[in-house]
């Protein structure tokens, strides 16, 4: 069969699409099929591996009505077959899968007190003395008068100095740093209603039981050990964690705790 796509002819047998397809693997089919010695496959997967190398563009229509003229049976992914599929990927149990390795991490860091927050004489927040480098910061909300901790915020730099700065100037900030933005609220509102903020920073990391220096200047390291800090002061209970947690925050409309 002949035919012309995207200003190019092609020739093209039913033969030449079974033995071209033969050797490959077919995709996710995401709207149509289209059946092949038996397997379905996604209709522009197909016709694209049966004109490789050329491989020119087109749209699903195409393909489905040319191999179609070919003789090749056509159909749509229906929504029952998708929902079939999908249910029967959720009732697999991972504890029945075969087990490959394990991993055990673990990681530790020492808070340093770095001071107080305050405000200056435009209620914009003024940070206490940071190095310029890679590393932890944690605000510690207290309350007024008694000094108890009720909320905390963890986060994670490359340029501590730099960070400080950026949450003093969120209140002009244009961009979509939005977490700026908010605890630059929360600072603000807590101190102006008699609260104090205690600025504490982590500049090293040992990970394992051998205790070996870990790099901060690796993101990685920085989200790992980050990210067991969030979740030790979620497990505590003690204060409100104002980091949100995303996964929470998806599937329950909450804000992590």
């Known amino acids: 069969m002949q035919f012309t796509?995207?200003?190019?002819?092609?020739?093209?047998?039913?033969?030449?699409?079974?033995?071209?397809?033969?050797?490959?693997?077919?995709?996710?089919?995401?709207?149509?099929?289209?059946?092949?010695?038996?397997?379905?496959?996604?209709?522009?997967?197909?016709?694209?591996?049966?004109?490789?190398?050329?491989?020119?563009?087109?749209?699903?229509?195409?393909?489905?009505?040319?191999?179609?003229?070919?003789?090749?049976?056509?159909?749509?992914?229906?929504?029952?077959?998708?929902?079939?599929?999908?249910?029967?990927?959720?009732?697999?149990?991972?504890?029945?899968?075969?087990?490959?390795?394990?991993?055990?991490?673990?990681?530790?860091f020492t808070w340093h007190d770095a001071g107080d927050l305050c405000l200056d004489q435009s209620d914009v927040p003024k940070f206490p003395p940071l190095p310029r480098i890679p590393g932890l910061y944690r605000f510690e909300f207290r309350s007024a008068g008694q000094g108890d901790v009720n909320a905390v915020y963890i986060g994670e730099s490359q340029n501590l100095l730099q960070r400080g700065s950026n949450y003093r100037n969120a209140k002009t900030d244009r961009t979509r740093q939005r977490t700026n933005r908010r605890i630059h609220r929360e600072i603000v509102g807590h101190i102006s209603g008699g609260g104090t903020i205690g600025f504490a920073i982590a500049t090293d990391a040992r990970m394992g039981v051998s205790s070996d220096a870990v790099d901060l200047r690796w993101k990685s390291a920085r989200r790992m050990a980050e990210n067991a800090a969030v979740l030790l002061a979620q497990l505590s209970g003690s204060a409100v964690v104002l980091n949100i947690d995303a996964d929470l925050d998806a599937t329950e409309g909450d804000q992590a705790t």
Do not use: C
């Open 5 to 108: 796509i995207d200003g190019e002819r092609f020739e093209l047998t039913a033969d030449e699409v079974r033995s071209r397809t033969a050797a490959k693997t077919p995709g996710v089919i995401q709207t149509y099929w289209v059946e092949i010695e038996g397997i379905r496959w996604p209709v522009k997967q197909a016709l694209a591996v049966a004109l490789d190398p050329k491989r020119p563009r087109f749209q699903s229509h195409t393909a489905r009505r040319h191999l179609q003229n070919l003789g090749f049976k056509v159909g749509p992914e229906t929504t029952s077959s998708r929902r079939s599929k999908s249910s029967t990927r959720t009732m697999v149990e991972a504890a029945e899968l075969p087990v490959l390795d394990s991993v055990e991490a673990t990681i530790a």
